[in-house]
Antibody
């Protein structure tokens, strides 16, 4: 059974940093790209970032480019999102999502339960 | 403003059929695979359709989808109250180098 367990969320002040983690199990982690997708309260889905199976291809949404860094550790079956210079508009539930292919230009066949990030003073 | 355009809401009676449209452009839907996701209240999204019209084995055949040019459509037949959810289309946008979603469509089963 595929499981994606996110962690690291919480309440943080504007301008500070936070690191999200996603522990994956139930599939061959390094066979697939991985993504972060967020959802602000009462809003729709917004893609944040994606990373290919070997970290050779990485992309970011314009809204987070230069502030967020995605990474993965295939030996630990883990995905990460380093979030710096956080803003109030980054407040959202952050989902870790498994791609259905190697590359980042594909859909997501499994989603984690989400980890909540609240940016507020 | 979402890159992909979906109707904000649709509704139909139990047992009936409903369709949800998703409109884009040549840089996204026109040249890339479309996926559809269902988000039940208070839960994470779930994949319904991938590669334009393929269904994971765990998804019932009441759900189907198609793509034509720069638009895609999700169809749900035999509507059940348990189908009440938000539905999102998504695809890769080659010009933006980003995954893009529609704004979501809220399905109400009357």
């Amino acid at each position: 059974e595929v499981q994606l367990v996110g962690s690291g969320g919480g309440l943080v002040q504007p301008g500070r940093s936070l690191r999200l983690s996603c522990a994956a199990s139930g599939f061959t982690f390094d066979d697939y790209a991985m993504h972060w997708v967020r959802q602000a309260p009462g809003k729709g889905l917004e893609w944040v970032s994606g990373i290919s199976w070997n970290s050779g291809d990485i992309d970011y949404a314009d809204s987070v480019k230069g502030r967020f860094t995605i990474s993965r550790d295939n030996a630990k079956n883990s995905l990460y999102l380093q979030m710096n210079s956080l803003r109030a508009e980054d407040t959202a539930l952050y989902y870790c999502a498994k791609a259905d292919k190697l590359g980042i230009g594909s859909g997501f066949d499994y989603w984690g339960q989400g980890t909540l990030v609240t940016v507020s003073s | 403003q979402s890159v992909l355009t979906q109707p904000p809401s649709v509704s139909a009676a139990p047992g009936q059929k409903v369709t949800i449209s998703c409109s884009g452009s040549s840089s996204n839907i026109g040249n890339n695979y479309v996926s559809w996701y269902q988000q039940l209240p208070g839960t994470a999204p779930k994949l319904l359709i991938y590669d334009n019209n393929r269904r994971p084995s765990r998804i019932p055949d009441r759900f189907s989808a198609s793509k034509s040019g720069t638009s895609a459509t999700l169809g749900i037949t035999g509507l059940q109250t348990g189908d009440e959810a938000d539905y999102y289309c998504g695809t890769w946008d080659t010009s933006l180098s980003a995954v893009v979603f529609g704004g979501g469509t809220k399905l109400t089963v009357l």
